[in-house]
C-alpha cells in the first residue's frame, strides 16, 4: 500500500549543528507535504509544507527540500537549538479531494548542548 | 497556538465501554478531521468531517463515528471499546490557504485514552 517512511529514527546532533531528517515517500499522486514536530505529551506543531509543484521552500531557520524524481522529502533545521527536541513526522496528502494526511513512523531529534 | 481545543485530556476507560471526545476548532475552519496516534506510531487518519458531513474515511471500523456541529465543534464516538484503542486521539481543523500555500490541518493537543 502507499506509505511515508522516514530512514532515520533517531537523529543525535549538538547544539549549533544543522540537522537534516530525511522522508520518503511512495505515492506518486501525493501534491501535498508537511512537516510536524510534535513534543511529549503534544499534539503535532506545524513547521513547513510544500506543493509538488516545488522543489523547495525556506522558513526561520527551516528548509524543506523535494526531490519527486526519487520521492525524498527533507527537513534541514539550521543552528539546531535543545528546544528543537522533539519528534518531527512528514506528512503527505494523496491526490483524493480529501486533505487527508498520511504520517510516517517519525524521526526523534535528540540536541544535546 | 493553533486554536485547537480538546477535551477530556486524559480518560480512562474499560473495555466494552463508550466514549466521547470532543474538539473544538476555530471560527472558519469548516473541515476537521481525527487521526489516532499509538504509542510510538504516527497519526492514523479515522475521518473528516466538512460542513457536518462525513466526507472521508480510513481503515476504522463503524464502532468509530463522529459529529459536526455548525458552531466548528466536533465528537469522536467509540462504542465497544477494545484494548487496542489506547492511543492519543487527535483532532486536526483546515481553513484552506491559511499558510499561503496549501491545505495545512493545525492539530489540537489530543485526548489520551487507556482502555483497561
Known amino acids: 500500500g502507499e506509505s511515508v517512511g522516514l530512514h532515520l529514527p533517531t537523529l543525535s546532533v549538538q547544539e549549533g549543528d544543522n540537522s537534516i531528517i530525511n522522508c520518503a515517500y511512495s505515492n506518486s499522486a501525493s501534491d501535498y507535504f508537511i512537516w510536524y514536530k510534535q513534543e511529549s505529551g503534544k499534539g503535532p506543531q506545524f513547521i513547513i509544507d510544500i506543493r509538488s509543484n516545488m522543489d523547495k521552500r525556506q522558513g526561520q531557520r527551516v528548509t524543506v527540500l523535494l526531490n519527486k524524481t526519487v520521492k525524498h522529502l527533507s527537513l534541514q533545521i539550521a543552528a539546531t537549538q535543545p528546544g528543537d527536541s522533539a519528534v518531527y513526522f512528514c506528512?503527505?496528502?494523496?491526490?483524493?479531494?480529501?486533505?487527508?494526511?498520511?504520517f510516517g513512523k517519525g524521526t526523534m531529534l535528540l540536541v544535546s548542548p | 497556538e493553533t486554536g485547537v481545543t480538546q477535551s477530556p485530556t486524559h480518560l480512562i476507560k474499560t473495555r466494552g465501554q463508550q466514549v466521547t471526545l470532543r474538539c473544538s476548532s476555530q471560527s472558519g475552519h469548516n473541515t476537521v478531521s481525527w487521526y489516532q496516534q499509538a504509542l510510538g506510531q504516527g497519526p492514523q487518519f479515522i475521518f473528516q468531517?466538512?460542513?457536518?458531513?462525513?466526507?472521508g474515511r480510513g481503515n476504522f471500523p463503524p464502532r468509530f463515528s463522529g459529529l459536526q456541529f455548525p458552531n466548528y465543534s466536533s465528537e469522536l464516538n467509540v462504542n465497544a471499546l477494545e484494548l487496542d484503542d489506547s492511543a492519543l486521539y487527535l483532532c486536526a481543523s483546515r481553513a484552506p490557504g491559511l499558510a499561503g500555500v496549501g491545505d495545512t490541518q493545525y492539530f489540537g493537543p489530543g485526548t489520551r485514552l487507556t482502555v483497561l
Open positions: 468531517y466538512y460542513r457536518e458531513e462525513e466526507n
Open positions: 506528512a503527505e496528502r494523496g491526490h483524493s479531494g480529501y486533505s487527508t494526511l498520511t
